[in-house]
């Protein structure tokens, strides 16, 4: 068995997948100051409650935008699972071409989820990752990477009002009844929602346009995908474990490589 971890900003999805079946996910928050042996505890009590043993799984691979922890995720595959995990960073093989000036600033999430997306929707293809950032990625018909765009998520906003603004509540991120907010709390509550909504049909609409030619097709994950594409008709198809099945798929073409 693979245990796939994918280590974002604020919470991270654990998969674990018996040949191309994903057979359990787990999320968890991201916490920079957890030990190996505490992310071990929860980890392994929630293999048990699948009915899975540490000795199940034979192989690792890792996917993180908080660098302090891949060294935590390496000793825990290590000491726990006895596997050397394979971390995705520059050198790794992912059968995507960079097209950008610098190749080593693309976040490796966003790369992985260009190889998940390509391999399983074709192309051009442009992915909407809807979790702490929110970050298009555009990808060619060739599979090609060639850029995108990166805005503040929307948690992120609606905590950046909240303690910037002295009036101004924290609130639930739940569709409203209504656009025209009747009391604070909604009309915080639209801008949020549809606020995010019109972002994501603007910039995708202006990619569609530079891109000319073929319409890309437009794929969501991320923990607000659901919520927001209920809100449009830009987005086609709502994948929340597309960076699992792409860290699956990057494991598959560097199998037989060593990992240190």
């Known amino acids: ?38 992310y071990a505890v929860v980890l392994l009590g929630l293999l048990s409650q699948q009915g899975l043993n540490p000795s199940d799984i034979k192989h690792a691979v890792i996917c993180s935008v908080t660098p302090p922890l891949v060294p935590t995720f390496r000793e825990l595959c290590r000491r726990y699972f006895e596997v050397s995990p394979l971390v995705v960073e520059a050198g790794v093989r992912t059968g995507v071409s960079i097209l950008m000036d610098n190749p080593r600033e693309v976040g490796p999430d966003r790369i992985v989820n260009a190889v998940a997306g390509h391999h399983l ?16 990625d555009v990808i060619s018909e060739k599979g090609d990477y060639l850029g995108g765009a990166i805005a503040p998520g929307i948690k992120i906003a609606s905590e950046a009002l909240f303690q910037r603004t002295a009036k101004l509540p924290r609130v639930d991120l ?11 709390i909604s009309a ?17 609409g202006r990619i569609q346009q530079e891109l000319g030619g073929k319409k890309a097709r437009v794929i969501a994950t991320g923990g607000y995908a659901e919520l927001l594409a209920r809100e449009t008709k830009v987005i086609e198809i709502v994948d929340p474990y597309l960076t699992l099945v792409g860290l699956r798929i990057i494991h598959e073409l560097n199998l037989g490589e060593k990992h240190v």
Do not use: C
Not at 19 to 25: D, M, P, S
Not at 174 to 184: M, Y
Not at 188 to 204: D, H, K, N, T
């Open 121 to 136: 929707y074709g192309g051009p293809l442009i992915v909407v990752d809807l979790g702490t950032a929110t970050t298009f």
């Open 174 to 184: 739940v569709r409203p009844k209504h656009v025209i907010g009747r009391d604070t």
């Open 1 to 38: 068995m693979l245990l796939a971890i994918d280590i974002g900003n604020t919470r991270m999805d654990m998969g674990v997948f018996e040949g191309q079946e994903l057979q359990a996910v787990w999320h968890l928050a991201t916490d920079v100051h957890k030990m190996v042996d505490e």
């Open 188 to 204: 915080m509550q639209s801008g949020f929602i549809f606020g995010y909504v019109g972002l994501i049909e603007g910039l995708v």
